[in-house]
């Protein structure tokens, strides 16, 4: 039997394929069991620099490039293409075997000899080079090719590194770029090579060699072993046994997530098992979501035939992350009856079940903050108590419920980190004294709030005990959940191996709520993994939107500190475009030729999303495009459906991705919003906190692009825009 394997690139232009064509190139490859030559007609290449890449037949436009060696029974799709530009492609490239993984790498040799050429007749304009502190036994354990070597010591700096990602073979850029982001050799060798070796496909399995370092290296493959080399080569190469599985990954092209796992995620994603709760970080478009994914389809396939239905929860803390979750569910796991063994809901929604059944009623839920802060300011003038509602309210939340505490007692005796403003005996007292008047109102109203339903429901299950609902629990979004929140999720599984298993980035912490895992008994020691490639935005927006969060230090959840050291991109693009306005008026009118722009450039309206920071500015620019004659929808609103433009709250951005992003109204006084930060007079501390906060939000939304962003204000600008650099 054939062995097909799909290059991620092939099923990129596949999926930009008009239909038709689609369909055209699906019948062509649909008879690959078939002897190659009888069947797919591969047809030479004048003088290629690699005679077994072929060209075959689409239609009169089209061409595919097929790798296909003179012997064995193997073949590699590689590129769709226009005719002309098919040919061009091919005769200039060369598939060659990585040295350190054994994994097939495409090299565009006639552009390496150009560029080699230009950078040593560069040689003399620069006195320290990228890799000056690289030497050579490192670079080719680590897999760069012997004549590649003097390309890369003339490289003079991390933009010179950049210029070559399109021809260096992929592989070994991305050994370059984690060696010029500060990675050790031995780092990279961990992160970039070792990933690939220990999670080869099992149809690659051979007999590894130890190098003088301690690591793992396969041994070599036959010069023309063509499977072999392309099962070393996941996250790059997926491999079909049949033409059944050929056609499925061709009928969702889009979802190319679901087969093209970076081994760096699949390591994690499909590690047989873990001793206990195991958790990863990364920054926006690292493919945490994925890896958490592709976590709850590795667990189903694991549980015992008898295992009842909704074994796995899948979670998160909004009910649109959750939906978000659930269709991607049913992208990743077309089996119904597979699928029936996760159940995917969000937190509260949980919560709220749990403890409805328990009481055999609906519970009356009080959401709105509003509404909560002036409830607090009553109970403060009712008792006398010297307090603003707001530090009232968030005593309440980031103390007494974050530590479950019930008594004077116990408040008395708690400790208060991260709260600013220090509390005597007295001032306690006080203090227990509206939260005593503030619980027992809602109590004989028979309300509750979110984070007292998550409280009860924890409770009800520890005072159970015995059996627990769900076997695993895979959290996504985790650095947005408040520690009532995290003891019910504790309490939803035993504790043991594959208990939980946690996605989240505390940079994007939109909501405030700290919390330290070890102090909840949740220990992630040996656990963690952090991801630093981007999948979804350029480096230019990377760069860009990093830079807002310079100097700022970040917990992790875990009793340290965060960092995004290392965190790069996977693709190039233009620099982000800043443009400020005198008035509202300007600023809407520049935005809405901004995105006439990018519309008559061939993105989709439903491609652009645009991020605000409340609701009335963004209905206001959907009322400017739509008088532009452009389609227009602000999610969460009555008329989400429609196909038009993307507008919503940076808060509603949060999971959300689009070609292109513009976020408007970035002006002092609206970010950070002022009704958003607690005083400095009234806490110093949470002052900094909800600054941060207000940093990270505008951080998310400007990752969110994929190609392009643009940041406009009027007036003055954002605080926040300081730190970066306008274009």
Sequence with gaps: MATLGIHKDFLMEFARLEKPVQRRVQEVFDKFQAHRHAGLHLEKLEKPR????????????????VLAPASGDSFLLLKVMPHDAAIAWAVKHRATVNSAT??????????????????????????????????????????????????????????HLDALQKILPEQQYDVLAGLAAGMTPEDVWREVVAVQLEHASPSASQEVNVVPSGDVSPSPAAPDDLSTAMARSRGRIALVTGPDELMEILERPFDAWRVFLHPSQHRVAYRPSYKGPARVVGGPGTGKTVVALHRALHLARQLPADAPDESILLTTYTRDLAADLRHSLEILIPDPALRTKIRVVNVDALAHQLVREDRGAPLTLVSDHKEITARWARIARRTGVDFTDVF????????????????????LKAARSGRGTALGPLKRAQVWRAVEAFTKELALAREWTFLQVCAEAARLLD?????????HVVIDEAQDLHPAQWRLLRALTAPGPDDLFIAGDTYQRIYGNKVSLRSLGISVTGRSTRLRINYR?????????????TGESVDDMDEGTESLNGYRSAFHGALPRTSGA???????????????????????????????????????????????GVPAVVLGGASATGHGIRIGTMHRMKGLEFRCVAVAGVKEGTV????????????????????????????????????????????????????????
């Design 50 to 65: 690699d005679p077994r890449i072929r060209t075959i037949r689409i239609d009169k436009f089209m061409r595919g490039v």
């Design 102 to 159: 054994q994994g097939i790498e495409l090299r565009n040799d006639v552009a390496l000899e150009r560029a080699t050429a230009g950078v040593r007749a560069l040689a003399g304009e620069v006195d320290r080079r990228l890799f000056d502190g690289v030497g050579d036994k490192d670079l080719v354990r680590l897999g760069i090719d012997a004549d590649l070597l003097p390309l890369v010591r003339h490289l003079a700096d991390e933009a």
């Design 392 to 411: 009232l309210d968030q005593e309440w939340r980031q103390v007494v419920l974050a530590q479950n505490l019930r008594t004077p007692e116990a408040y």
């Design 463 to 471: 005072a159970k005990g015995g059996e627990r609902p769900f076997r």
């Design 537 to 549: 935005t350029t480096q230019e927006i990377l760069a860009w939107s990093t830079a807002l969060l």
């Design 582 to 628: 005198e008035g509202k008026p300007e600023e809407l009118a520049g935005l809405v030729g901004q995105i006439l722009e990018w519309t008559h450039a061939g993105v989709a309206p439903h491609e652009i999303g645009i991020a605000v920071r409340y609701t009335q500015l963004g209905r206001e620019i959907r009322q400017a495009l739509e008088q532009s």
């Design 672 to 727: 950070p919003l002022r009704n958003a930060v607690t005083a400095e007079e009234t806490d110093a501390q949470q002052h900094r906190e909800d600054l941060l906060g207000e940093l990270s939000l505008l951080f998310v939304a400007c990752t969110r692009a994929r190609e392009a962003l643009r940041v406009s204000w009027h007036g003055e600008p954002s605080r926040f825009l300081s730190s970066v650099r306008a274009h």
